[in-house]
């Protein structure tokens, strides 16, 4: 399968956010206002299949300051079992 890593808008992620099996409050766009309120960056990162379906996705928020960092609370939404994919996040979301 080949996959396609990239930056997402909100309107894109949203729908997935909410029909994704795992998803929760703390990995929703309402969430991610919130973090951003207080002063965080937020990306939405989306990983899509040879037919352009979002297969994967994330809300990555990064914490600036003298010690930067970024995270994805309760991690990202995929299917865990499968390894590819899971791979194939993995490594893109640490270039990103």
């Not at 930056?7 to 894109?12: G, K, L, N, V």
């Not at 969430?31 to 040879?50: C, L, Q, S």
Request: without cysteine.
């Amino acid at each position: 399968m080949k996959y396609t890593f990239k930056e997402i808008e909100e309107a894109t992620i949203k729908p997935f956010f909410e029909a994704h099996e795992q998803g929760s409050f703390a990995q929703s766009v309402e969430m991610a206002n919130v973090r951003a309120d207080a002063g965080r960056k937020i990306h939405y990162i989306g990983v899509f299949d040879e037919n352009e379906k979002l297969v994967a996705g994330a809300q990555v928020s990064i914490i600036a300051g003298k010690f930067p960092s970024a995270d994805i609370t309760a991690g990202p939404l995929l299917d865990f079992s499968n390894t590819e994919l899971l791979k194939f996040f993995s490594e893109n979301i640490k270039n990103f």
